[in-house]
T-cell receptor, first 112, second 116 residues
């Protein structure tokens, strides 16, 4: 069955350092991937997305990398700030459907 | 510039009662999705609706749960005869209805349902 999982449940980084959050997916038919950030008591907030015909996409301070060969997705956050502390989810969509399949989440803690 | 609006933010019900959760999509969006989240877990898809149509309900429990998105008004997720296991955060998301290829779903801040 399809599934999306994360390697590291908790990541602690020093303020100013770069963060890398990883995600593995198993559905080779997935063609669209999204990273969301969720703060306590709030809904998931869109960060960045990538389509399967790309292997890299950059936003403001964030970069998403997609490796379809090993079915791996990563989110890189440059110069991590205390406001980046949250739970980060990867999600995939594919197989002709519209539903998103979410991973379990990675907690990012930024130390000042 | 309202995003996805959900209400109530918190809902407390006793076992056996009914719960109604409402979701108004972002302006211009005609696709609505409902997800459920248990503590320290990812979101699980429940149902996908367009105006007056259920497109995919593969994640909905077979009994007690129903969803609608009428021509006018918000989408409603209805849980009848609630049980303690229904306690969770329920999130609604929306996306544009036009055929623009893959578009991100934008989420509301959820309804936290507690069953006593």
């Amino acid at each position: 069955g399809e599934s999306v999982g994360l390697h590291l449940p908790t990541l602690s980084v020093q303020e100013g350092d770069n963060s890398i959050i990883n995600c593995a997916y198993s559905n080779s038919a997935s063609d669209y991937f999204i990273w969301y950030k969720q703060e306590s008591g709030k809904g998931p907030q869109f960060i960045i997305d990538i389509r399967s015909n790309m292997d890299k996409r950059q936003g403001q301070r964030v970069t998403v990398l997609l490796n379809k060969t090993v079915k791996h997705l990563s989110l890189q956050i440059a110069a991590t700030q205390p406001g980046d502390s949250a739970v980060y989810f990867c999600a995939e969509k594919g197989g002709g459907g519209n539903k998103l399949v979410f991973g379990a989440g990675t907690i990012l803690r930024v130390k000042s | 510039n309202a995003g996805v609006m959900q209400n109530p933010r918190h809902l407390v019900r006793r076992r056996g009662q009914e719960a109604r959760l409402r979701c108004s999509p972002m302006k211009g969006h005609s696709h609505v999705y409902w997800y459920r989240q248990l503590p320290e877990e990812g979101l699980k898809f429940m149902v996908y609706l367009q105006k007056e149509n259920i497109i995919d309900e593969s994640g909905m429990p077979k009994e007690r749960f129903s969803a609608e998105f009428p021509k006018e008004g918000p989408s409603i997720l209805r849980i009848q005869q609630v049980v303690r296991g229904d306690s969770a955060a329920y999130f609604c998301a929306s996306s544009p209805g036009r055929n623009l290829g893959n578009q991100p779903q934008h989420f509301g801040d959820g309804t936290r349902l507690s069953i006593l």
